[in-house]
């Protein structure tokens, strides 16, 4: 597995609408794509810092995860994620170095990436996901 940088911070709004302004408005970074990922029932909005982006995650029901997620614990850092070289390799090798994963297999996510998560009981508490590029 080959970890090249983070490839994002995923944070829990209630609102993207709410939440964008102070993206815009006050830290002078501007939102370059939103886009709503049915099968994760979320709407998301991102922004670019440097190499890394921020996605702000909105449910968009209330069985969304980041619905529940809100719920318990409050808007805030929802994951961290790692831009992986091949995302089935890394999940893979995670898996056989004992992490409990969360994606078996990578699934298609926001931005037209592939995506796989870990399960943060295996992780120190930290929901992990690893990103490839299918395009590069």
């Known amino acids: ?3 090249s940088h983070i490839e994002h911070l995923g944070i829990a709004v209630k609102s993207l609408a709410d939440a964008i302004p102070y993206y ?3 830290l002078g970074v501007k939102c370059y794509a939103t886009e709503e990922v049915v099968d ?6 991102f922004f670019m810092v440097g190499q890394t982006k921020i996605e702000l ?3 968009t029901c209330p069985e ?3 619905a529940s997620f809100i719920e318990k614990r409050g808007e805030g850092i929802h994951h ?8 089935a390799n890394a999940l893979k090798e995670v898996e056989e170095k004992g992490v409990r994963l969360i994606d078996k297999t990578p699934r298609p996510g926001a931005e037209g990436l592939m995506i796989g998560f870990l399960h943060p009981k295996s992780t120190g508490g930290v929901l992990t996901e690893f990103c490839e ?3 590069k």
Do not use: G, H, R, W
């Not at 994760?40 to 909005?45: F, G, L, R, S």
């Open 1 to 3: 597995m080959q970890i």
């Open 24 to 26: 815009e408005n006050i």
């Open 40 to 45: 994760q029932k979320v709407k998301t909005a």
């Open 57 to 59: 995650l909105e449910p």
């Open 64 to 66: 969304s995860t980041i």
């Open 80 to 87: 961290v994620a790692f831009c992986v070289d091949n995302a």
């Open 133 to 135: 590029n299918p395009n």
